[in-house]
Each structure stands twice: as C-alpha cells, then as structure tokens.
C-alpha cells in the first residue's frame, strides 16, 4: 500500500470523498501554499489576506466535494482547485468593493483620536466620505480586470508602485503599465 504522501490528488480526494478525514486534511495541507500564493496576489477592502486565505482554503474544501473525474476526465484535481480557490477568492474581493459589508468595515470607533466629541469632527463628513469610496470601489470593480482593481486600491490606500510591486510580486514595469490602463479606463467612468 502507498504511503500518504505517493497518493495522487484524485486518489486522495477520493477518499476524502468517503469520509476519510485524513485524506482532506493531506489534500487541505497540498494545497496551503497555493491558496497562500493567490490570496497574497489581493488586496481585500477592510480586511487582511488571512481573510483571503481563509475564502481560499473554503474554496479547496468545496473542490473536494464537488471534484467528479467521471464528469470532466480531462479536468485534474489540481486545474480544478486552483479554478475553486480563484473563484472564491475574486467574489470575496468583489464583495467588499461592493461595500455590502460596510458598516462593519469602515465603523468609526469612539476611541479613535479623530473622534472629537466637541464639535471639531464631523461623523457626517466622515460617512460621506465612507460612501464616497465604496461608490468609486464598486465602479473600479466594475470597470478594470481583478489585478488593475487590486494595484489601484493598493495606490489609493497610498503604497507606492514600489510597494506594490513587493506585495503582489509584479515587476515595477507591469505595476506602472497596470496604473496607466487603469487611468485610461476610469476616465471614461469617471
């Protein structure tokens, strides 16, 4: 019998399939650095790439239940992961642009040493600029391909193409070229 380890992804999500919690957890394990990789590729709107991962690894749980070599012979396990863990990815980035989750992510805290209870903030200003951004982040969702939405959040949250470039481990050149294509495109929304 073959060791854990020389299984194939088919064979072991196989027996994943059956209820062997040993062979999800080896598939889980395979495929970590992978969902690590893509989710550090984005930047989530208020929230962290643990988030990201975590939607990541979601998406590698439901492509081990839904994986059927017998449906699609010529799809790998491994080409189909990386399709769940992508997809589930995107609609968590997609989902915070759209802002449904706002009040939770851009609540203004109390505590914060903006907050001046005397008059000198004004909570009105700051929803308003609050809504402002989710609006301009559910148009640049809209409007620019997954890698131009994440390079332009990333410049708006003030990183520089430097920075960037470190984060998503772009080349300068691609990250620039991402910005430009980005500008055309939100001129003509805008």
């Known amino acids: ?16 399939k059956t209820g062997d919690r040993a062979a999800i957890e080896d598939v889980l394990q395979r495929y970590k650095s992978v969902v690590r990789a893509r989710a550090r590729q984005f930047f989530l709107a208020g929230g962290e790439t643990e988030d990201l991962i975590q939607e990541g690894m979601v998406g590698l749980y439901e492509a081990i239940n839904a994986y059927d070599e017998g ?9 189909f992961s990386y399709l769940c863990i992508n997809r589930r990815i ?5 989902s915070a642009a759209r802002g449904k989750n706002g009040p939770l992510n851009d609540y203004i805290s109390i505590f914060s040493p903006h907050f001046d209870l005397m008059g000198g903030y004004s909570a009105e200003d700051e929803l308003i600029r609050v809504e402002d951004r989710t609006e301009l982040l559910q148009k640049l969702s809209k409007a620019l391909s997954a890698l131009e939405f994440q390079i332009v959040v990333m410049y708006m949250d003030g990183l520089t193409c430097g920075q960037i470039s470190e984060a998503t481990g772009r080349d300068l050149k691609s990250i620039d070229n991402a910005l430009q294509r980005s500008k055309r495109k939100l001129a003509k929304i805008l």
Request: hydrophobic share 35%.
């Open 1 to 16: 019998m073959k060791g854990r380890e020389e299984l194939t992804d088919e064979q072991l999500v196989r027996s994943a």
């Open 71 to 79: 449906r699609e012979p010529h799809l790998s396990f491994k080409n």
């Open 90 to 94: 995107m609609d968590a980035v997609k």
